[in-house]
């Protein structure tokens, strides 16, 4: 089962758990989020987490863990080598995934920092169906380039579309005769494609990408950070798989790569990462890099007791229950702002919400930020914490141009487990009177830019007084303490 069925009135999503352990939330008085706002260089990634009402920034390492994955932290064996933990979490993996070899790490992108170690050379071409932030600059670092191969349909934002994911075999085809197969590092799919709203990749899809790869000897990766939303969908959308477990879903997605590598920040509902290699000699030729940059090959950066909580996580992961809240809350967010006029995304993905900043603001230049400055607004607006995924997401070209991003949003992630329903409404409520107030939003520029993955640590400014202007609206309709 993964949806509740009411009786005389539309459902709404049920949250299948209860609370049993709270963190009180403030709202701090408008004109005091402006201050807030100001001090962190009107970037949301720099306010201090005690300052917001709904952080809704990511999924990643925020996600609630349940009663047994707390109570398996107690059996964590501490051990520099050879903790018994790591090979119940190798098992547990290997069960899941079919894949032996296990190697450790702290989060995600040092898996993909090992990976593209590995495999990438200057020159050298990666694959995707759609880049992530931290996979393309690790490869980028080491002088290859990423090909975004996914199916033009995944960039358009309003559609009915099931799986916007996709990659387009074609391009796969046509990129692979214009490099030559030598010259591709590797293939790597990315299941519920975050920068284009969380979105999934079919079965089918994978399955028809990956034979290809073969065909021609590259390498396959599957980056499974999202994997767990992306099973969702490939149960309740995808023909063909309506009959399957969530189980099983797992294990023949799994049985198409060579690699798969996952951010347990996302999957496991924990904090930690590893990269499950099905070739031995690929496996012994990787470890060095985990003793070199993680730790032990036993633990990999991650702490023991987190391990021990993945493991239980893991295994939730393959319970329909559990992984439907997430895209059932999301679902119901993007339906309501839509039927509100709001633009969003569409459908509903996985991880977040996804507001078409471009269509919102569309009187702000792409050079001032348009989603950038959507989400500073929608902090002074509300307390809530979005994240900006666009034009100041990308690095600039490098004649110092500005890369326009194709999709231009604002993320309001769900993390997995922590938001009610009245909560969601609150974010819906506010998001709305923003949007009626959009003309009141003017642009950002930068004052402090790191050259690499600026939006983390970046420091910008408005372009006019709009931020004054706009608490002065907002105090007038839901006054001073709010
Ligand atoms: N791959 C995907 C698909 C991700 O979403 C992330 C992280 C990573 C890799 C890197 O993993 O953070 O553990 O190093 N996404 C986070 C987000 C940061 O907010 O979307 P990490």
Not at 90 to 104: A, M, R, S, V, W
Not at 160 to 183: Q, R, S, T, Y
Request: with cysteine.
């Amino acid at each position: 089962m993964s949806q509740i069925k009411f009786y005389n009135r539309e459902p709404v999503p049920v949250e299948m758990h209860k609370v049993k352990i709270v963190q009180k939330l403030s709202l701090l008085p408008a004109k005091e989020r402006l201050e807030k706002m100001k001090n962190a260089g009107f970037n949301t990634f720099m306010l201090h987490n005690g300052d917001i009402f709904m952080d809704m920034l990511t999924d990643s390492g925020v996600n609630a863990m349940s009663d047994n994955m707390q109570a398996a932290m107690l059996h964590a064996d501490d051990a520099y080598a050879g903790s018994e933990t790591f090979y119940r979490m190798n098992d547990k993996l290997t069960e899941i995934f079919g894949i032996k070899h296990l190697l450790p790490t702290h989060q995600g992108r040092a898996c993909e920092h090992i990976i593209a170690q590995h495999f990438v050379k200057p020159g050298s071409c990666v694959i995707m169906n759609y880049h992530f932030t931290t996979s393309k600059a690790h490869v980028t670092r080491l002088g290859g380039r990423v090909e975004e191969l996914v199916k033009d349909e995944g960039l358009v934002v309003k559609s009915d579309l099931p799986f916007k994911g996709n990659i387009d075999l074609d391009k796969v085809k046509a990129c692979i005769a214009k490099e030559g197969a030598d010259n591709i590092a590797y293939m790597r799919l990315e299941a519920g494609t975050n920068l284009i709203g969380g979105q999934p990749i079919s079965y089918e899809n994978m399955k028809a990408a990956t034979e290809l790869a073969k065909e021609y000897g590259i390498v396959t990766v599957l980056d499974a950070s999202l994997l767990q939303d992306n099973l969702y969908f490939n149960k309740t959308r995808e023909e063909g798989l309506k009959d399957k477990s969530i189980r099983e879903i797992a294990r023949m997605i799994a049985d198409l790569f060579d690699i798969v590598y996952f951010s347990a920040r996302k999957f496991g509902f924990g904090r930690g990462g590893g990269i499950m290699v099905r070739d031995e000699e690929m496996f012994h030729a990787m470890e060095d890099y985990i003793t070199m940059f993680e730790g032990f090959l036993t633990y990999g950066g991650m702490s023991v007791k987190e391990m021990e909580a993945l493991i239980v996580g893991f295994e939730e992961t393959m319970d329909l229950d559990i992984i439907s809240q997430g895209p059932q809350f999301i679902n119901h967010c993007v339906k309501e702002l839509d039927k509100l006029g709001v633009p969003m995304v569409t459908p509903g993905g996985g991880l977040g919400a996804h507001i078409d900043a471009r269509q919102v603001v569309d009187h702000i230049p792409a050079e001032q930020y348009p989603a950038g400055s959507l989400v500073a607004a929608l902090y002074l607006c509300g307390g809530i914490r979005g994240m900006e995924r666009g034009t100041l997401s990308e690095e600039r070209n490098p004649d110092g141009t500005e890369h326009i991003a194709s999709v231009e949003m604002v993320r309001l992630a769900f993390p997995r487990r922590v938001f009610t329903l009245s909560q969601t409404e609150y974010v819906i409520d506010r998001v709305k009177w923003l949007y009626d107030h959009r003309h009141l939003i003017g642009g950002l520029r930068f004052v402090h830019e790191p050259k690499t993955l600026r939006f983390f640590t970046g420091r910008l400014e408005p372009v006019s007084d709009w931020p004054e202007k706009l608490i002065a609206e907002y105090i007038k309709d839901f006054g001073e303490d709010q």
